[in-house]
């Protein structure tokens, strides 16, 4: 096995910018259309998908900020292209169409373990599928049923109606597909329907083995620079033990390579293929992604930032988005999105539109200590705010308060 490839901190972070479609140094899609859209997606390998829509929703500010003039339409186009599935990776998430195959034995698995769930059911789940079949797709509110069980996230108290959590288990086994979305809303098909038949042939003849390790594959594509303590580790419930037996197995084969991180104790990894890249990025001192588009504005469950503890380690910056927290425990609000300027992450805004104003609301403009306040960064601030409206179509922004005070954009 290899022996670890010293690197700095933020080497790391300039590379994983790069490669993220968030920094300088790498050819990505250009363009507005459907087709820079399904580029980004490729490359990112998944999208999460989330319904909070305090601004625009999770899924369309990831591509946003990679892909300037992009529009929520694009990704709607490939929806009715059949480009691109839903289902469960890093979260829910929209994928590549031609990655459908690869989670075929999470299905598996999930068809073995929700069948005790399943079968209670069978008697509602055979009406929802006469309605499918008799005029699919359906949205989910289109599954009626006065009959209540305890779902995922309820309590004490069954609250859940019973076609809701019987489509939640139908689509995690791939009985049924999200054919698209409306907003927040899905509609729900049958998937011979929905995925092209060669990769439902695909799917049904591959062997859980192979589409799992396709699957770690693509995850270390997605994140790029892992560590063995994520138990998101191959998209897959590995637990410790697997997950370590992986990394061990990829070593052996010479794919994957152990990082030294001066200053950072985590251990982590990266593609072997990428270690030329690392030690140019580690190379350059010069921060040329700066002052290019002014500041960037990234969601919560943006791919850049699904390892907190990465985040931590390679930029120095500490974020947990506050929502789920009450209100008065929040230091930063509600949707608290970290401000990106070159490959530093300096602070962070706390958004909200004002859509009966048409104005772009920034509830609190915070930098992190220690960054100076000059011309160059109000500068980019300013446009990075001014483009940040531009997308969600409103006509100016209002910033409420600021941190420090005396900062002004």
Known sequence: MR??????????ARFLLS???????????????????LGAIRRLECVQLDPVAVVERNQHLVLAARLRG?????????????????????????LPIERFPLFEGTRRRFRRRLA???RPLRPIVRRMFAALEAGGPLAAREFVSPERLRGYWDGAEARTKATSHALTLLFRTGALVVARREGAERYFDLPERVIPAPLLRDAEAMATEDADEGLLDMYLRAYRIVDGSDARFGWRALGA?????????RQRAGTIVPLHIPGVSRQYFALAEDVPALRRWDRTTQDDAAG??????????DNLLWRRERIADLFGFRYLWEGYLPAARRQYGHYAMPILIGSRLV???????????GRLVIRLLHLEPGVAVTRALRREL??????FARFHRVRGVEVEQTEPARLRV
Do not use: K, T
Request: glycine content about 12%; hydrophobic content about 45%; some cysteine.
């Open 3 to 12: 022996a670890p490839l010293v690197v700095s901190p933020s080497g790391v």
């Open 19 to 37: 490669q993220q479609g968030l920094g300088a140094g790498r050819e990505w899609p250009s363009g507005a259309g459907s087709a820079a859209a």
């Open 70 to 94: 992009y529009a929520p339409r694009s990704l709607d186009a490939l929806r009715r292209q059949g480009a691109v599935f839903e289902y469960w990776a890093n979260a829910a998430c929209v």
């Open 116 to 118: 005790p769930e399943l």
């Open 241 to 249: 033990a697997g997950r370590a037996a992986a990394i061990r197995r």
């Open 292 to 301: 290019r588009e002014g500041a960037r504005f990234l969601p919560p469950l």
């Open 347 to 357: 602070g962070r805004i706390d958004p909200r539109l004002d859509r009966a104003r």
């Open 382 to 387: 300013a446009a990075g705010l001014d483009a």
